[in-house]
């Protein structure tokens, strides 16, 4: 599990300034009350120079601008780590963290309830 998320690391300090992509930034729902809560495993929070790769681990969403991938216990199914990828322009925006922990805490990709 670790070792995935390692490789992904890794794999984004590889990434080049020609897969770079310059995006308006552009607004985010927030995430119903019942998934606006701090994650109960650890969170680790990536700040990604390009979008290029970003978006390939994203399952190559083609305006993705942050997204996360959980790991999870395989006996008990409780979540373990959250690891939140964030592109250029985006890495102090709280708007955008607080929409990643949503997703973090369980809410669907389609952004059912997004406020």
Request: glycine content about 8%.
């Amino acid at each position: 599990m670790m070792k995935h998320i390692l490789t992904i690391l890794a794999l984004c300090c590889a990434a080049t300034a020609a897969n770079a992509q310059n995006a308006a930034l552009k607004p985010v729902p927030l995430p119903p009350a019942e998934f606006d809560h701090p994650y109960t495993g650890q969170v680790i929070v990536t700040k990604w120079s390009t979008f290029g790769l970003l978006r390939t681990v994203c399952k190559d969403q083609p305006t993705a601008i942050a997204c996360t991938l959980r790991t999870y216990n395989s006996a008990t199914g409780a979540p373990l780590t959250c690891l939140v990828m964030i592109g250029p322009g985006y890495h102090d925006n709280e708007r955008v963290l607080k929409h990643e922990m949503g997703h973090c805490n369980g809410w669907s990709e389609k952004h059912e309830g997004g406020r």
